[in-house]
């Protein structure tokens, strides 16, 4: 269960890390069929492969095993929950791999400005499978920015990014570097073990920095849900993979009711 208190710090700061929220079970399971997955390749319509770093998503709806963690583990019910929602849809699943020596970084950014919806019931929950602490890429939040009511200029996490046009002709204020300059914001981050998760919203900024570990990988899946009062808004540059031509639902619906397209995986 979730607490009260839980709620509270959630939605004070921005994010809350819950301490061994996923069994041993899962962990093993996942690891095992998560290595198989890339010595396959991946999905190669959604795989990323950086420098000693792998990526890749939206795979729930084609694998059973990323099926069963996303609707059977859990972590549904710890979103919902925190997301004080009666429901936890999904948006997708999201593997991140980045091997020791890694140099691949995550930049400073918020979710909001590559996601077709708007409110405050939209929840990341990113489970550790591997342990990683603040020399191996551990996720790093500044605290309460989900609060500044500010919606950063969308950055490139590629090359390739940088090229597109919606990257290109962005609108907006650049999200500062907090790595230079974290005077006047707190950094929260932690350092997590197999079967710890981090549970953060979508507007908080957040970043990783790179595995600099001599030996140990980092790996996490981080899954997207939105509650019953997030809002359908599919602008111009958010992610490709569900537009407005795979849902039944119109913009500024305010409820995501499309069960196809975002399925529920927790009623509370």
């Known amino acids: 269960m979730i607490s009260q208190e839980q709620i509270n710090k959630y939605n004070e700061d921005g994010a809350i890390c819950i301490r061994g929220a996923i069994s041993n079970k899962w962990i093993d399971q996942m690891l095992n069929h998560i290595d198989n997955h890339f010595k396959n390749g991946g999905d190669p ?83 550790a499978f591997t342990a990683s602490g603040q020399n191996s890429s551990a996720v790093s939040f500044i605290k309460g920015s989900h609060k500044w009511n500010k919606v950063f200029k969308p950055q490139a996490f590629s090359e390739a990014d940088s090229l597109d046009g919606w990257i290109r002709n962005a609108q907006g204020e650049n999200i500062p570097d907090f790595w230079e300059n974290s005077n006047d914001v707190e950094i929260l981050s932690w350092d997590t073990n197999p079967g710890d998760v981090i549970i953060f919203g979508g507007d908080i900024i957040h970043a990783a920095s790179p595995n600099m570990a001599k030996t140990g990988r980092r790996v996490a899946v981080s899954t997207r849900f939105i509650g019953d009062a997030a809002i359908w808004d599919p602008r111009i540059g958010t992610d490709p993979i569900i537009t407005q031509n795979d849902v039944n639902i119109q913009p500024g619906d305010f409820g995501i009711s499309d069960e196809k397209a975002f399925p529920i995986a927790w009623r509370g």
Do not use: C
């Open 45 to 127: 319509e959604t795989v990323e492969i950086g420098e000693r770093a792998y990526s890749d998503r939206y795979l729930y709806k084609k694998n059973e095993w990323m099926q069963n963690f996303v609707f059977s583990s859990g972590i549904a019910e710890i979103a919902g929950r925190l997301m004080e929602s009666t429901t936890a849809s999904v948006y997708f699943d999201h593997i991140f791999i980045r091997e020791a020596n890694s140099p691949e970084i995550t930049p400073w950014h918020q979710d909001r400005p590559y996601w077709p919806f708007i409110g405050n019931q939209i929840a990341s929950v990113w489970a």
